[in-house]
C-alpha cells in the first residue's frame, strides 16, 4: 500500500482541529475537498479514522493510531522548515496552557512566569478547566502544555507524557489572630477548628482527610472550594484556616496576611507538566519544567 500523504495531511488537521470546518479555514481548502481526501484515505486503510458524535468528530480506534503517526511526521517537517528559515512571520508565537482548576493560582503563575523569559516573544494563552478536558484539548494540540496536581489517569487515552515536576510539603496558615490560637497543642487544636477545605476534586483533599482521621482529628468544615484564590479571600477574612504548599509561605505572608500555624507530616502537593512531548524541546515547555524543578525542589 502506498501512502499518500497528501490525505495523511487533511486528516491530521481535521483531527488537531476537531471539525473539518475549521480546518477548512485554517488550511483555506474547500470542506468538501477535505472530506473526500480524508474517505480516500480511509478507503486506502481499510478503516474509519472519524465518527460522529452529536455534532463533533470523534476518532475511531485506528484514528487515534493513525493521528499518533501524522503527528510525528509533520511536527518533525514544521521542525525542519522552521530550522531552516525561522517563523519570518514577525508575530509572537502562541503558547497555549491548560491549567486544572484545582492547582493554585500562585504555583501556576510562577511555573508559567518563566515562559516569558526564553529570549523569544511568545503569546501567553492560559485555560483552566477539568484535568480530563484539558488532556482531551492537549491530544488534538489544542494545548500546549498541561499542569496538574496528578498524572494522567489511566481511564483518559491520550498519547501524551507526565513530566513530574516536584512535590511541595504542606502547611496550615490561617490569618495570625486565629493562627495564634491554633498554634498551641498542634496539630490536636485543629480538631473542631473552623477549616477552609478544597474540593473533593482536589489531590490534597483525599490525603488531608486520610491525615485528619489518621490522628483523629475532626476540623469543621465551613466550606469546601475549588478555587484556591477564593478560598483565601474567606481566609483573609477570618473564616478559617486553610492547607496551602509551603512553597507559597512568604506569598501567604505577604500577599494575604497568613502565616503558618503548622507543617503536616506525610501530605505533600505534586505537580506535573504534561506534554505530547517525551523529550521536551518546546522553549517554553522546557522553561516551565525547569521553574517546576527549582521551585519544587
Given at each position: ?25 485554517r ?18 486503510l ?15 480506534e ?11 511526521i ?23 496552557i491548560g ?23 511568545i ?5 483552566e ?11 488534538i494540540?489544542?494545548l ?12 483518559v ?47 490534597m ?93
Amino acid at each position: 500500500m502506498d501512502l499518500n500523504y497528501h490525505h495523511l495531511r487533511y486528516f491530521w488537521a481535521v483531527a488537531r482541529d476537531g471539525s473539518v470546518v475549521r480546518a477548512s479555514e485554517r488550511l483555506h481548502v474547500a470542506m468538501p475537498t477535505i472530506s473526500g481526501q480524508i474517505k480516500q484515505l480511509e478507503r486506502s486503510l481499510g478503516g474509519a479514522l472519524f465518527r460522529r458524535v452529536g455534532r463533533q468528530l470523534e476518532m475511531t480506534e485506528l484514528g487515534r493510531h493513525i493521528y499518533g503517526y501524522a503527528e510525528e511526521i509533520f511536527n518533525l517537517g514544521d521542525d525542519l522548515v522552521n530550522s531552516l528559515q525561522g517563523d519570518g512571520s514577525g508575530r509572537p508565537v502562541p503558547f497555549t496552557i491548560g491549567i486544572a482548576n484545582v492547582v493554585p493560582k500562585l504555583i501556576a503563575y510562577r511555573l508559567i512566569q518563566p515562559a516569558l523569559t526564553i529570549g523569544q516573544e511568545i503569546e501567553l494563552v492560559v485555560y483552566e478547566d477539568e484535568p480530563d478536558r484539558l488532556l482531551a484539548n492537549l491530544a488534538i494540540h489544542r494545548l500546549d502544555l498541561v499542569i496538574s496536581d496528578a498524572p494522567i489517569p489511566p481511564h483518559v487515552n491520550v498519547r501524551a507524557y507526565n513530566h513530574e515536576l516536584g512535590r511541595s510539603a504542606v502547611g496550615i496558615f490561617a490569618i495570625p489572630k486565629l493562627a495564634r490560637q491554633l498554634k498551641r497543642q498542634f496539630p490536636a487544636s485543629l480538631d473542631g477548628a473552623p477549616f477552609l477545605a478544597p474540593t473533593e476534586k482536589s489531590v490534597m483533599s483525599g490525603d488531608l482527610e486520610r491525615w485528619f482521621e489518621t490522628h483523629g482529628i475532626k476540623p469543621r468544615v465551613i466550606g469546601r472550594f475549588e478555587n484556591s484564590a477564593l478560598l483565601k479571600v474567606f481566609a483573609g477574612q477570618g473564616h478559617g484556616c486553610f492547607a496551602a504548599p509551603l512553597a507559597v509561605t512568604d506569598h501567604l505572608r505577604d500577599q494575604h496576611n497568613a502565616v503558618l500555624i503548622g507543617e503536616i507530616n506525610d501530605v505533600t502537593d505534586r505537580y506535573y507538566a504534561i506534554s505530547v512531548e517525551r523529550r521536551i524541546k518546546h522553549p517554553a515547555v522546557a522553561a516551565v519544567c525547569d521553574e517546576g524543578r527549582r521551585l519544587l525542589r
